[in-house]
């Protein structure tokens, strides 16, 4: 690594030194509670997946660059310069970390690795070293963003294939109305899907059934700018959706079953005029206000478990909403044990599912543990609320023999609507 | 005009989720040489938004798209 690309590195590295990530990089005892709240660890003990092994990789560099005494004495603290070979060791360490932050709950200090590893992606991305399909998949969303007008008869198209389907889940009663409704100004509720017709279809059915006034959004929810680290790409994606509620002043952007979105969303779109939800919390909240009516007939007999997608729930906070739901579809649901706040990781994320059939092996050797949590329960459903966590647990249920039915909660709703 | 297009390969992408189709096409395009075509078939609408903003984004041409009995054939030409 020449001497400019090192200053350009350590400039992006400056540029995450806020007090928060100060207090972690300077704050670890080495007191090895993190050890075993990993998944990965858990499944595969080996020291590289100890959260704070993780966490030293960038804090040895972070000595040796911002600190004086790993300027001055860098053996002292094992203060590590920046070269190619750590540029290695950040990316073993950010891509085998899926950012669920179990590891911070169990912290006495609440150090946060996925923050850490944030520094390691972001040293990744100005090397030049990051998973190249994620950059590609992120600048594909921020192209659709850029050149709505070229894309946009190419969607609506799309959108008017599944109407149908729409339909034979719930039946609108006023003849006439959109079964699909897009750019809606005025609506009520944004919802913002995923490229699938599953992400589509089932929300829109109980949005219809709940006579909400709502639109689909132009875009795709998922930030591929936040699973490769890379703020601005992040802001860019985010930006579209903002964007595009503000024009139609919507009152509330609901994000569809995916963690990320939903966070991102949550959590970095600022102050705004409209509300930001999960769908699972509509839904929620659709069931309290009596706005739409479930049988438990669809499950009956069924043993249904709930996986906490982790950006959704410790992370998120909407723990309640998905059990609340659950009650109404089912007599008998299991808890899994750990409890939700201290639930495992399905092992996907941080854009490991992204990566796909690449990150297979290590996906389904280091989620281990969720896939004997989960089987603990007996149940033969396993409902979760986040595409990245379907995808995953679907992965782990054919990989382990686990003979689930792995559902998203949203079509487990819109499956179980009837006629209030 | 679809019947004379010639694929070079064919990607059965039907069935998976976001993001596999793009991610899959990402890959298998490096398979076919720059200038021949590769047909993905996909079941995902998104599909329709997803593969024009991954061409110009990636440099490769969508050729045509035909949309017959719920599957969705996108071809692709090579162009990087």
Redesign the interface.
């Known amino acids: 690594m020449d001497q400019q690309m090192r200053e350009d590195l350590l400039k992006l590295f400056q540029t995450k030194l806020n007090r928060a990530m100060v207090y972690y990089l300077e704050t670890c005892t080495r007191c090895g509670v993190c050890t075993t709240a990993c998944h990965v660890y858990q499944s595969m003990p080996q020291a590289r997946y100890i959260a704070a092994y993780r966490a030293e990789i960038v804090r040895r560099i972070y000595k040796k660059h911002f600190k004086g005494q790993g300027k001055l004495w860098p053996s002292y603290g094992e203060a590590k310069e920046l070269t190619e070979a750590a540029l290695q060791e950040l990316y073993d360490a950010a891509y085998s970390c899926t950012g669920c932050r179990r590891c911070m709950v169990y912290c006495p200090f609440g150090i946060d690795t996925q923050m850490l590893m944030s520094i390691a992606k972001l040293l990744l991305v100005g090397a030049h070293a990051e998973p190249e399909i994620l950059t590609l998949l992120a600048d594909t969303s921020i192209e659709k963003g850029r050149s709505l007008e070229f894309f946009k008869e190419g969607f609506l198209q799309g959108v008017k294939n599944l109407e149908q389907k729409v339909v034979e889940k719930w039946k609108l009663e006023a003849e006439g109305k959109t079964v699909i409704p897009v750019d809606v100004e005025g609506a009520e509720l944004l919802y913002v899907a995923l490229a699938g017709a599953h992400s589509i279809i089932p929300a829109a059915a109980v949005f219809n059934a709940a006579g909400e006034n709502w639109t689909l959004s132009f875009f795709e929810a998922v930030n591929f700018g936040a699973f490769v680290g890379d703020p601005t790409r992040t802001k860019l994606i985010l930006d579209r959706i903002v964007n595009e509620a503000l024009r139609l002043k919507v009152k509330e952007v609901c994000i569809c079953e995916c963690g990320t979105a939903y966070r991102v969303m949550k959590q970095l779109s600022g102050t705004q005029p409209f509300k930001v939800s999960s769908v699972t919390e509509v839904h929620a909240r659709y069931l309290r206000e009596g706005r739409i009516r479930v049988s438990k007939k669809a499950f009956e007999g069924q043993v249904v478990t709930y996986h906490d997608p982790c950006q959704i729930a410790r992370n998120g906070g909407v723990l309640e909403e998905p059990r609340f739901i659950l009650q109404h579809l089912t007599d008998d649901f299991r808890e899994m044990a750990p409890d939700p706040r201290y639930n495992y990781c399905c092992g996907g994320g941080g854009g490991l599912v992204a990566l796909g059939e690449d990150t297979l092996d290590f996906r389904m050797k280091s989620a281990k543990v969720k896939a004997e949590q989960v089987q603990k329960t007996g149940a033969t459903v396993l409902a979760t609320a986040c595409e990245n966590c379907h995808t995953q647990l679907s992965d782990l249920n054919r990989h382990y023999g686990l003979g689930l039915n792995v559902q998203f909660l949203t079509s487990m709703v819109a499956d179980a609507l009837v006629v209030s | 005009m679809s019947e004379a297009i010639h694929a070079d390969k064919v990607m059965d992408l039907k069935g998976l989720?976001?993001?596999?189709p793009?991610?899959?096409v990402?890959k298998g395009i490096k398979e076919v040489a720059v200038g021949q075509i590769l047909e993905a078939q996909t079941?995902?609408?998104?599909?329709?938004?997803?593969f024009?903003?991954?061409a110009?984004?990636?440099g490769n041409e969508i050729v045509e798209?035909i949309?017959e009995n719920?599957i969705i054939r996108i071809f692709i030409r090579r162009k990087v």
Do not use: E, F, I
Not at chain 2, 17 to 20: A, D, T, V
Not at chain 2, 43 to 50: E, Y
């Open positions: 989720p976001c993001p596999m793009v991610v899959k990402s079941t995902d609408p998104g599909s329709l938004t997803d024009p903003a991954w110009r984004t990636s798209t949309q719920g």
